[in-house]
């Protein structure tokens, strides 16, 4: 994707060999019609697109020849309106489906800026595919992706458009990169080179200074492993900035329960478990890149979940960073556990929002399913995440915290435990429950908690279905448009 180009122009480029023009298709009282377009589409028009077999269908594409040689592929748009939503999922499956050619042409109606971007983000991000471990790993024929467009000025939009693309798909990669191949130790390795090369501090705390420095959760959960845990700090700070983020990540690089093992079929997929880091790391990247005049911090919380000799038991107490015991009940809630400890070390900076991402619950799914992001929080912290997700084109759902659900975290002799044995009501809340008691207050308060959301991606953050739009099949990289929007939003 490195050496793509990508460009805008207003007038539709002569005919050429391995090139295709996409335009999308509407059906309109039973006859499929060409959405408003800049090029000279008359030709197309006039093909008899329903005996070709053209479906207005959304996402559907048919590759016709018109009368002057070009290859033209029609997309359906469904019934829907094509905004900038739309088009960037329409964009996704159209260069998804056309990685054969070398030149992608899109004439969609674009209006301003936002639909620019959302094409290209679409399109690039439609090109991603996983081929570390595939042999011989095919690269994709695509060179170059143009938008033809009456609306000028692009380049802020398209580079914008490139920056968040490369995020999501290096997420991508990380998250689908097996856990034999991806762990705490070199995850925080290459999380320390990537942002110092883009003059991000970097702080990683090893084991030993976890445990010395009362990180409990990330040390008690990291200890059955042989590859052990590690706390990544990534600080952005740029002279202009008067507001300061926190970003969280839950970076379980494989989680098999420990000791509450879990079986077969749900282990196959835990891989992803620390998609929540990669979407935090991810994040800081791009809001760097994008040098957004505002202070972020991200905590990738490391560790691998296994069971052994030197693991944590059910019924073990540990204390986490703001010094409260927790019961482990449930090995497999752990987290809630690494995520104690780094919501604790962000609280004590007091920044003005904090938000956690991680794949927490298999109750998320349950509930929201496979492409919603369950949100939960404090009022103010859940508007900003719900209005930067409107903006970035993600999906999250606004759910509650109940507080009567609270007495499920009651331990008989530790301050909390992690986990309610044999309850499976309300299992996405209660791990937010857990979050919020890591919640510090306000500069000065003893009342007034920090504004804090938690976003559980255990639906969207993998797509073990088909793919669809600009998602790949796998890892998805959810979230972090959200995360760079919401940070744009703070700018201000
Ligand atoms: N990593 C899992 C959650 C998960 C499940 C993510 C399925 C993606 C797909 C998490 O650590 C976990 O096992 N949670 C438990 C919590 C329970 C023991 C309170 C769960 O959801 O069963
Ligand atoms: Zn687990
Ligand atoms: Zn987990």
Known sequence: MTNLKIQTVAKTPTVAKKQVLVIAVRSVNNTIQLVQTHSDSVAIASLGLEELGVSATFETG????????????????????????????????????????????????????????????????????????????????????????????????????????????????????????????????????????????????????????????????????????????????PKNASKHLALVGKGITFDTGGLSLKPANSMVGMKYDMAGAATVFNSILAIAQLQLPIKVTSWMCLAENMPSGTATRPNDVIKLKNGKTVEVTNTDAEGRLVLGDGLSAASMEFPDLIVDVATLTGAARVALGNRYAGLMGSAEAVSAVEAAAFEAGELVWHMPLPVELKDMLKSDIADLQNAKIGNTAGGMLIGGLFLQEFIGFKRKSKTDKLAWAHIDIAGPANNDLGAYGYTAKGATGVIIRTLVSLAKGMAH
């Open 62 to 237: 048919t590759r016709v020849q018109s009368p002057d040689g070009r290859i033209v592929y029609l997309i359906g748009a469904g019934n829907n309106e094509l905004d900038e939503d739309n088009m960037r999922e329409l964009a996704g499956a159209a260069t998804r489906a056309l990685t054969d050619f070398e030149h992608i042409i899109f004439d969609f109606p674009t209006e301003d800026l936002g639909d620019l971007q959302g094409i290209a983000e679409g399109a690039l991000l439609g090109l991603y595919k996983y081929t570390e471990y595939k042999q011989p790993a095919k690269p994709t024929q695509v060179k170059s992706i143009t938008l033809l467009t009456k609306v000028r000025n692009a380049s802020s939009a398209i580079d914008s458009a490139k920056v968040l693309a490369s995020a999501v798909s290096a997420a991508r990669d990380e998250i689908n990169r097996p856990a034999n191949d991806l762990y705490p130790a070199n995850y925080a390795a290459l999380a320390s080179k990537k942002a110092k090369s883009l003059g991000i501090s970097v702080e990683i705390l090893d084991e030993k200074q976890l445990e010395k420095q009362g990180f409990g959760g990330l040390a008690g959960v990291g200890k059955g492993s042989a590859r052990p845990p590690r706390l990544v700090k990534l600080t952005y700070s």
